[in-house]
Each structure stands twice: as C-alpha cells, then as structure tokens.
C-alpha cells in the first residue's frame, strides 16, 4: 500500500534560517504529491503540489520538487518568517486530489 | 476561497453517548467528502470516503457500525460516533471536495476534538 515517511520533529528555527522538511514516499503507480500546511487552531490548507516527476510545486516562498528516483518531495524555504510556524503534513493521492495518504506531520516552530 | 465548517470544535462526553460531528460546505457543492481521524503525534488517517447519494465506502479496519456517516445533502456530511468509548477519543477532521474528477482540490475543516470519559 501507500506511505509516507517525514522527517521527525519538531523543528526548531529562527527567523531567516533555511528549511528542509524531508518527505518520502511508496506508492504503485504515479502519485500526486502535496504539502499541506496547518497553521494553530485551523484546518489544513494546501501549500503546494506536484502531479509528475520533476514538476517543482511552489507557494509562499516553499518549494518541493517531485523525485521519481528518490521518492522524495522534500519541502525547502530558504528564509522562514515567525508566521510559518505550523505543523507541515506531506500528503499523496494515486488519483489527483482523491484519497490521500498522510506522513506524521512535522511540527516547525520559528524564533524571533 | 472555499470554506468547510466543522462543527462541534470540541466534545466532551461520557463513556456510551452517541456523538454527530457535521461537515458543512459553505461555499460550493461537495460532491465527495472525506472523513479523517488523527491520533496524538500520528498522521491523518483516512476513515471512509462519501459520495452524495450513495453510501459510503469505509476503509480497512473501520467499523461501519461504529462510525456512521451520512452524506445527507451536496453541502453536509456527518460522522456518528455511536456507544462512544474512551478509545474512541480523538480529532477527527474533514475534507470535502467539489467535483469528482481529479481537478479539484479538498478543503478541510478545522477538526473536532472528542473526548470521551
């Protein structure tokens, strides 16, 4: 079945600092492969996505870039704000925006 | 942007109380939701996908009896927690998605904290 594997948290940064929130994953097939975002006492907002190998999603400063060889979507921001501190999920789909599999989710807490 | 309203935030309950969670679209017609429950420091796990008008199709290892989930209008879904259990504590989120092609992304709710004592 699918999987997804992230990086353990949380993650601990101040302001400026360049992010890397690791993601793998198993899946049959060709997934699409999403970011999620949820910020305290909210819902999940999508982020970003990618639906083919080697499409770079990006929003809001984020960027992830889908590796069919690693099996990786690792997310990056080169310079995090205070306001980007939430819980991160990695997210697949084997059919669009259809049933999606979660990693753990990744907590991120940025510093003044 | 699309809003999914989520409703109570918060449970708290005693042990053999039935509890409805429900799953609103604000703004636009769902034709799919998608129920969620997310264990402390653990990931989403999907419960069981509705369509409107059909039932709803419960993954492995969800009981249907359990978990019953009505998709009763294109703009409400609700999830019955029956003869709730301390076990059965939980956040449980959901998503609903406009179209049934592959286009249209899922909004979330906010979740709904259920305690049972």
Known sequence: GNSVTQMEGPVTLSEEAFLTINCTYTATGYPSLFWYVQYPGEGLQLLLKATKADDKGSNKGFEATYRKETTSFHLEKGSVQVSDSAVYFCALSDLGYGKLTFGQGTILTVHP | ?117
């Open chain 2, 1 to 117: 942007g699309a809003v999914v309203s989520q409703h109570p935030s918060r449970v708290i309950c005693k042990s053999g109380t039935s509890v409805k969670i429900e799953c609103r679209s604000l703004d636009f017609q769902a034709t799919t939701m998608f129920w969620y429950r997310q264990f402390p420091k653990q990931s989403l796990m999907l419960m069981a996908t509705s369509n409107e008008g059909s039932k709803a199709t419960y993954e492995q290892g969800v009981e249907k009896d359990k978990f019953l989930i009505n998709h009763a209008s294109l703009t409400l879904s609700t999830l019955t927690v029956t003869s709730a259990h301390p076990e059965d504590s939980s956040f449980y989120i959901c998503s609903a998605r406009a179209r049934t092609d592959s286009n249209q992304p899922q909004h979330f709710g906010d979740g709904t904290r259920l305690s049972i004592l």
